[in-house]
């Protein structure tokens, strides 16, 4: 059987406490019934407001009534990119399944939707990136070299792939932790692969009261 390498993770400091904390907030909200009611409407009205924080934390901070329009998807460079949040916020239910099998698959398929009206070179679509040069909006600033990166890449698809007893928002955390770490792509757009990413974990857990 192979070693559980994130259940250990449940041992450092404060770690339980927060899940506990995530959990109940989750129970909270799911036990207003009526949101079981609304159906697509409210999954749609999720998605938008998903989509337009995660752009916002990453500079792209356009009025959510925008987002809900279309009119944030204009022919401008925050236009362009703010499309390929919402492609990949989109892309969300397909990924869960993707990433289960081949997390490199599904990462390069993100990649691919969230960046392609913002890169130049379509060829390094879905392809990490060979070496230090990438944008860095959240000013992290320390960036593991391109040889590095991959190894550790690598070593996230088997940690996700291997069976673990840990929660699912603990699984959750280590991807959007590492691919912020990693930055494996040219064109900020980690954060956001991170981010939708740590959803798709709370999806295919599927949390409930």
């Known amino acids: 059987m192979a070693t559980d ?28 019934r009526s ?25 792209i901070d356009i009025a959510l009534s925008a987002w809900v329009t279309g009119d944030a998807f204009d022919d401008s460079p925050i236009g362009h990119a703010a499309a390929g949040v919402w492609r990949l916020e989109q892309s969300l239910p397909e990924q869960v399944n993707v990433w289960a099998v081949a ?52 070593g996230l698809a088997q940690v996700t792939t291997t069976p673990t007893e840990a929660p699912a928002i603990v699984q959750a955390a280590v991807v959007h932790g590492e691919l912020v770490a990693l930055r494996p792509f040219e064109w900020a757009v980690d954060s956001f692969l991170g981010r939708v990413r740590c959803r798709g974990g709370q999806v295919e857990h599927r949390p409930t009261p």
């Open 35 to 59: 949101l079981r009611t609304k159906g697509a409407a409210l999954r749609k009205d999720v998605a938008i407001q998903n989509a337009r924080a995660s752009a916002a934390i990453d500079g």
């Open 5 to 32: 390498l994130l259940l250990p993770l449940m041992d450092l400091p404060g770690v339980a406490e927060s899940v506990t904390s995530a959990r109940e907030r989750v129970d909270a909200l799911l036990w207003d």
């Open 103 to 154: 997390p490199m698959q599904s990462l390069a398929r993100m990649h691919s939707l969230v960046a392609r009206d913002v890169v130049a070179d379509a060829d390094r679509l879905g392809r990490p990136r060979d070496s230090e040069e990438v944008d860095d909006p959240l000013r992290i600033k320390s960036l593991p070299d391109a040889a590095s990166m991959k190894v550790r890449l690598a």
